[in-house]
C-alpha cells in the first residue's frame, strides 16, 4: 500500500511518515501544494493523506484539481480544531474522510486502512485465501488457524497479492507498492519476498507467470 503525505509541518510530518511505515505502509512525503501535485502526476497511490494549510498551493486547490482531473484515489484530509468549514469544504471538494490535529497516529492508521478497502466493496476487511488467513487491522496472518510471523515486507507482498487475487501483478508493480521515494531495491527482492511466504506459507500459494509477474490463483487447493 503506498501513501502520499502532503504536510509542511517537519515534526508532524516526520512522525506521521515513520508511523505508517512501520505499520507496513509505503510512505512519500511531499511539503508543498506542488510537490504533491507532481507526485500525484507520476505515480499511483492508495491513498493521500492531505495537509490543508500548505506553502505554494493550497491542499483545498490540491484536492479540487485531482477530482477535476477524475482522479479517484481516497483522500484523507488533515484539518486543524475548530475550523468546521475546513472540513465541510475539503468533504464537498471529494475528499473521502478527515482528521482534526492532534491526532493519534492508530486512528489514522485505522482509518487509512477503512478507505483502502472501500474502493474493492469489502465490508470484513479480513482476507482469507486457501488455507491463509489475512488481518490488516492487527496485521496478522494465519495458516490453517496458526500464525505465522512475516517480515514487514513479506507481509506487504502478501497483503498485494491477496487484495489483487486473480490479478497478475508484475515485479515493479510490486515494488511501486513497497517502497517510497529514495528507498533502495535490490535486484532480487521480490524474488526474496515471494521464495520466502512460499517457505512460511505453502509453495501453491503463489503462481509465478514467467516473464510477466505473480499471481495468486482464485481457486485455493
Ligand atoms: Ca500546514
Redesign the pocket.
Known amino acids: 500500500m503506498r501513501i502520499l503525505l502532503v ?3 517537519t515534526l508532524l510530518g516526520n512522525g506521521v511518515s515513520t508511523g505508517l511505515s512501520q505499520a507496513g505502509f509505503a510512505v512519500d512525503w511531499a511539503t508543498d501544494g506542488d510537490d504533491a501535485e507532481t507526485a500525484l502526476s507520476a505515480t499511483s497511490y492508495d491513498a493521500v493523506v492531505l ?1 490543508l ?2 506553502p505554494k498551493t493550497d491542499g483545498l486547490t490540491v484536492l479540487k484539481r485531482l477530482r477535476t482531473s477524475k482522479d479517484p484515489t481516497p483522500v484523507l484530509i488533515l484539518t486543524a480544531r475548530d475550523s468546521i468549514e475546513d472540513r465541510v469544504a475539503g468533504l464537498d471538494a471529494g475528499s473521502d474522510d478527515y482528521l482534526v490535529k492532534p491526532f493519534e497516529l492508530a486512528e489514522l492508521q485505522a482509518r487509512l486502512r477503512a478507505l483502502l478497502r472501500r474502493p474493492k466493496g469489502m465490508i470484513d476487511p479480513t482476507l482469507r485465501h486457501g488455507r491463509v488467513t489475512l488481518n490488516p487491522a492487527d496485521r496478522a496472518v494465519s495458516l490453517d488457524d496458526n500464525p505465522v510471523d512475516l517480515s514487514e515486507r513479506e507481509y506487504a507482498t502478501l497483503y498485494e497479492l491477496m487484495l489483487n487475487t486473480g490479478r497478475v501483478l508484475s515485479k515493479a508493480q510490486l515494488e511501486d507498492k513497497l517502497y517510497g521515494w529514495g528507498e533502495e531495491i535490490g535486484s532480487n527482492t521480490i524474488e526474496v519476498y515471494v521464495h520466502h511466504l512460499r517457505r512460511k506459507l505453502y509453495p501453491e500459494l503463489i503462481r509465478t507467470v514467467r516473464g510477466v509477474g505473480y499471481v495468486m490463483t482464485k481457486v485455493g487447493p
Open positions: 504536510e509542511d509541518d495537509d494549510g500548505l
